[in-house]
């Protein structure tokens, strides 16, 4: 709903009594200003307010032929982004505009010199993101997704995307991930153990992407306050044969990996456009081998990824040094991984409060 009307209640989440835990992050934080593009449709409304509810500072919204207007958070809405630039100072932008115009909302933020671009939409023309991509080389920008959920910093308080924020508890195990579930299965796990998140992102499932495996597990080896990886890859592509042999000669810190579509059939693309198996290229056994060469522990089943971590990584959770009884009970439920057939577990969402009208 676009209106000029006083801001409704805000939703909230409950913050876990984490003032003991210090802040970190890669590529975001508390200071990082968003603008959204596509924030008046029903997509971006509702993802917004949540990034809102859990902290994130969006400054502004653009929706071309809307601007002037307030949203019901009175976010700023601009015809352009360079206009919110101008007028808001955004640094960061989250883009929610379909297919056939995210290519151009991408240039756009990059003609707008933003620093940080996370584009969610699914089912851009790979022809549209390879010019997206050759204008990203000669530009100060960076590009997570297309085709993912986004990045989220727990102990910032910083998040730009569609993760389910509830999840999410400030700590130091840094996750990366082309598949959204899967990436909230690691997190979830990770959380029940009394653990938590430095940074996760999920850098998407297409076959041409902005921010690969490598990027950020250089950036997760460099930043000091992540002190443990959980890696989630998938068939197709050697993006993560590239980040296992960074590993394998730079990475010091225990890395636990998990290759998802181990029997999926050659040839056959497996629920992202990038999960494919070509020749003898982008198999799992092929990826597997690259992580057990680079001394990475193979995680066996989604179900076992913080087992996997805990088992090398042996710091003592703060809660299992400090029990408390805020953590939320969810109760599992059990879906088919969108690549391969192994089982996945996740937790079921509770009912959010929405602002009352």
């Not at 969610?120 to 530009?139: C, F, Q, W, Y």
Request: proline share 7%; net charge positive.
């Amino acid at each position: 709903m676009i209106s000029t009307m006083p801001q409704s209640k805000s939703l909230t989440y409950p913050n876990n009594n984490q003032s003991d835990i210090q802040p970190m992050s890669i590529l975001v934080n508390k200071e990082t200003r968003v603008v959204v593009c596509g924030i008046t449709g029903k997509t971006g409304i509702f993802h917004s307010n949540q990034c809102l509810a859990f902290g994130t500072k969006i400054v502004a919204g653009v929706t071309p032929g809307k601007g002037g207007r307030l949203t019901e958070n009175n976010i700023p809405v601009f015809n352009s982004v360079q206009e919110s630039v101008i007028h808001e100072g955004a640094d960061t932008a989250l883009i929610f505009v379909p297919p056939i115009s995210a290519a151009a909302s991408i240039m756009e933020c990059i003609e707008a010199n933003l620093k940080l671009i996370v584009c969610i939409t699914e089912g851009i023309p790979v022809l549209d993101m390879v010019r997206v991509n050759a204008k990203l080389e000669h530009s100060h920008s960076r590009l997570i997704g297309p085709n993912c959920p986004g990045i989220i910093s727990p102990g910032q308080r910083c998040k730009i995307g569609i993760m389910p924020a509830y999840i999410h508890r400030p700590g130091p195990i840094g996750i990366v991930s082309r598949s959204g579930t899967l990436t909230y299965e690691a997190v979830w796990q990770v959380t029940q153990r009394g653990s938590g998140q430095s940074t996760c992102v999920g850098i998407g499932g297409d076959q041409i992407i902005g921010t690969t495996y490598l990027d950020i597990i250089k950036m997760f080896n460099s930043d000091p306050e992540t002190e443990a990886i959980i890696m989630v890859g998938e068939i197709g592509g050697s993006s993560e044969e590239a980040a296992a042999a960074y590993i394998k000669q730079y990475v010091k810190k225990p890395v636990a990996a998990f290759i998802a579509g181990i029997t999926a059939p050659k040839g056959r693309r497996m629920g992202h456009a990038g999960a494919i198996i070509s020749d003898k290229k982008g198999t799992a056994e092929s990826k597997l081998a690259a992580f057990r060469d680079a001394g990475a522990a193979i995680i066996e089943t989604p179900s076992k990824m913080a087992d996997t971590i805990f088992s090398i990584y042996k710091k003592t959770p703060s809660s299992e040094r400090h029990p408390t009884n805020n953590t939320r009970q969810m109760t599992s439920v059990t879906s088919r991984n969108h690549v391969g057939d192994q089982l996945m577990f996740l937790p079921r969402l509770p009912s959010f409060p929405f602002p009352q009208r």
